[in-house]
């Protein structure tokens, strides 16, 4: 069924009909969550490496160069895992590095030490997994919308998924500069838990692997 006029609009990302055995609207607003959440996280741990222990220039190149082995990594778990129940694995994984960064305090005496210090080490590497999988998540959104949105919205969807991810990017440097200066744990809080719940909810997506694709709703 199509809006009135025999086209597809963007009100038809929101209806009632299951589409590969989920509600439209479910899927939609799901998705758009998991957009924001992708780009949120990702963006937001990206430019959160001053607030982490230790050398400044180590941690950044440390934390960008994750994305290599995470981009490779993900094809074949998109391939066998399937690509929602990829999402949902990398938005919990990636969310609770990021909330157990919270539990390893850095004091003065671990700053002193600098690397050696366990607990420094431990934010550090609990930060850059987190880095790690959401950035499998942000490529899985693209393949799964792609798979996801019917052909008649596939258009409407996409653009609708990239304004929600370009607001949690808008977004992101807020939190870590304003919270930031508050705490140093309190973006990587904010990070965790909406990555966490973005996963719990990206249960109910429906798989796309293996599955004939709708063309319309």
């Known amino acids: 069924s199509l809006s009135s006029g025999g086209t597809s609009t963007t009100r038809d990302l929101f209806v009632e009909k299951h589409v590969l055995g989920v509600p439209m609207w479910q899927t939609t607003s799901i998705n758009l969550l998991c957009w924001f959440t992708a780009s949120f996280t990702y963006y937001g741990l990206a430019l959160n490496t ?3 222990a230790g050398d400044f220039y180590s941690n950044f190149c440390i934390n ?3 994305d290599v082995p995470a981009l490779i990594l993900s094809i074949p778990m998109f391939d ?3 690509r929602a129940r990829t999402l949902s694995i990398t938005l919990i994984l990636g969310g609770l590095s990021c909330i157990g960064v919270t539990f390893f305090a ?3 005496e671990c700053e002193m030490i600098g690397p050696a210090c366990f607990n420094m080490m431990a934010r550090s590497w609990l930060a850059f997994t987190g880095k790690f999988c959401l950035c499998i998540t942000f490529a899985g959104v693209f393949l799964y919308s792609s798979e996801v949105f019917p052909t008649s919205v596939r258009t409407q969807g996409m653009g609708l998924s990239s304004v929600s991810a370009r607001v949690g990017g808008v977004l992101a440097p807020l939190v870590v ?3 930031g200066q ?3 744990d309190a973006p990587m809080y904010v990070f965790g838990f909406v990555s966490l719940l973005s996963g719990l909810l990206s249960i109910r997506l429906p798989e796309t692997l293996g ?3 709708a063309d319309s709703v």
């Open 177 to 179: 500069v304003v919270l």
């Open 211 to 213: 599955k004939v694709l």
């Open 80 to 82: 066998k895992l399937g």
């Open 106 to 108: 850095v004091d003065a």
């Open 50 to 52: 001053g607030n982490l």
């Open 182 to 184: 508050a705490s140093r």
């Open 64 to 66: 960008m160069a994750v």
